[in-house]
C-alpha cells in the first residue's frame, strides 16, 4: 500500500505526517524526515512505498495553529501496538486541551493506577504526536516529563492549548 507525507512549516519547526491514502495517519512529529517520523512506527507496520502529496491531516494542524486543536482529535490515525498501547492512545485521544493529566491520573484512566510506568511508556511510544495528544500528560510535579520532539516544543503546545482549549461538545452553538 502506497502511503503519503507532507510537511509544513509550524512555530515550532517543520511537521511531517504519514498517510495512508484513505488518510489515516501512521507516523507524525516535529521533523522534516519522513524517516524519523517512521521510525516511531514498529518495523514490521512500516510502509515501503511513501510518496509526497497533500495530506487532510495537515488541515488539522493548520487549524491547531491557528488556535482550535479540536480538529486534530477527528484525524483517523492508524496504530499498530500491542493492546494496552491503542487502548492507552485512545485514552489520550480524549483527553481534553487545556486539561493536561499527571501521569498517575492518566494511569488511573486506564485501570491501574499504579502502573505510572507503563503509562508512561504509552506516552514515549506514541508514533502519531499531536493526533494523539501524549504532550497532555505531566508529572505530578507540573513539570513536563519527556516529550519526542523536545520538551520546549511540549511546553509551546500546551501554552497553546491552555490559552484556547478545544470547543466542548455539549452545548449548542447560536
Known amino acids: 500500500m502506497t502511503h503519503l507525507f507532507q510537511t509544513i512549516d509550524t512555530p515550532d519547526g517543520p511537521f511531517t505526517a504519514v498517510a495512508r491514502e484513505d488518510g489515516a495517519v501512521l507516523a507524525s ?74 501521569y498517575t491520573e492518566f494511569a488511573r484512566e486506564l485501570g491501574n493506577p499504579r502502573a505510572v510506568r507503563a503509562a508512561a511508556a504509552v506516552c514515549a511510544r506514541n508514533p502519531v504526536a499531536l493526533f494523539v495528544p501524549c504532550h497532555r500528560v505531566l508529572r505530578a510535579d507540573g513539570s513536563l516529563g519527556g516529550f519526542a520532539w523536545g520538551e520546549d516544543v511540549k511546553q509551546r503546545l500546551l501554552d497553546r492549548e491552555a490559552a484556547r482549549p478545544a470547543r466542548g461538545s455539549g452545548g449548542s452553538e447560536g
Not at 512529529?29 to 519522513?34: D, E, F, L, P
Not at 487532510?56 to 494542524?61: S, T, Y
Request: charged share 20%.
Open 29 to 102: 512529529g516535529w521533523t522534516a524526515s519522513v524517516a524519523e517520523a517512521l521510525a516511531r512506527v514498529r518495523a514490521a507496520s512500516r510502509p515501503g512505498d511513501v510518496r509526497e502529496g497533500a495530506l487532510a491531516a495537515v488541515d488539522a494542524v493548520r487549524a491547531f495553529y491557528a488556535g482550535d486543536p479540536a480538529p486534530a482529535m477527528d484525524v483517523p490515525v492508524d496504530l499498530h501496538g500491542t493492546d494496552g498501547q491503542l487502548a492507552g492512545w485512545a485514552a489520550l485521544r480524549r483527553i481534553p486541551a487545556g486539561n493536561p493529566l499527571s
